[in-house]
């Protein structure tokens, strides 16, 4: 059952990205950035279908992904990208939604975003310089997210030599909304946050936490490095909509607290589910 929801989530990704391309973007001469950016340029200089572009070009990768990467992250790319350029090309005809290159961007974005961002959930890619970003990654001191924009800059930048320079401002515009969607997709509309906490009042602060708030805490045994104390260091995972009434608990409880709090990508296990405190 978790293969097929995998699949049919990468489906239904590439399906998406595929419409969001080839009913908002194209139309518009507005372009996406890594991959797909270098495959609408290259089909609108030379008139051939963009996902015959979208599939050759990503061959590469593909390969380089099976070897870095893994066999599982490579299969599930080559998936997605198949049912992405198939669909693109099954687009063809149809014509776009609007010809407005605002709303093309806008909505075009948001599209893309959620299709490629299901893709990435489900364990895949649709795009080639991910994978290239993931094994530079390895070799240089930035980060995947670093790499990726620095490529995307100069693809997005050439939209402006083909297209005009009203469009390549478009397409930063698209890519952005898309960039943005993506995260939202990929971890979910409501962020969670780890909290430490140190205060000698740390009993009150948990029951506080465990009564008002709803959330589980953890008593971590610590020790001061400067004045080699022992400390009692609280730690706990809350939702974005909790981290103000946190703050409000911990002031009025101990002003002088120290108070540290992360975004946390994914949480699972454990007794994060919030209890009721009604």
Do not use: C
């Not at 950035?33 to 340029?41: C, F, M, N, R």
């Not at 299709?115 to 489900?122: D, K, P």
């Not at 104390?229 to 981290?243: A, M, N, T």
Request: net charge neutral; glycine share 12%; proline share 3%.
């Amino acid at each position: 059952m978790k293969i097929i929801q995998r699949v049919v989530m990468m489906l239904l990704g590439a399906m998406l990205a595929a419409v969001g391309l080839e009913e908002f973007l194209i139309p518009n001469d507005i372009i996406d950035g890594g991959i797909t950016g270098i495959s609408i340029i290259l089909s609108h200089v030379t008139g051939i279908r963009l996902g015959i572009f979208l599939f050759v070009l990503n061959l590469p990768f593909l390969i380089v992904g099976y070897q870095q990467i893994g066999r599982t992250f490579a299969w599930s790319t080559l998936f997605s990208i198949v049912v992405l350029s198939v669909t693109a090309t099954l687009l063809v005809p149809v014509p776009g939604v609007t010809d407005d290159p605002l709303l093309a961007a806008v909505f075009g974005g948001i599209i893309v975003g959620i299709g490629v961002g299901l893709v990435i959930r489900s364990g895949g890619s649709s795009d080639g310089t991910e994978v290239v970003a993931v094994v530079l990654n390895r070799r240089l001191p930035w980060s995947i997210g670093q790499l990726i924009m620095f490529m995307n800059v100069f693809i997005l930048g050439s939209a402006g030599f083909f297209f005009g320079w009203n469009r390549a401002m478009y397409s930063l515009i698209a890519y952005f909304i898309a960039f943005k969607t993506i995260d939202v997709v990929t971890t979910g509309f409501e962020e969670t946050k780890s909290v430490w906490i140190i205060s000698d009042r740390y009993r009150e602060i948990g029951d506080a936490m465990l009564h008002r708030l709803g959330r589980g805490v953890t008593y971590l045994q610590g020790e001061g490095a400067f004045t080699g104390d022992d400390k009692k260091v609280l730690f706990s995972v809350i939702s974005r909509l909790e981290e103000a009434k946190l703050k409000s608990i911990v002031e009025d409880l101990d002003e002088d607290a120290f108070l540290a709090i992360a975004p946390i990508a994914e949480v699972r296990g454990g007794r994060f589910k919030k209890r009721s405190i009604h």
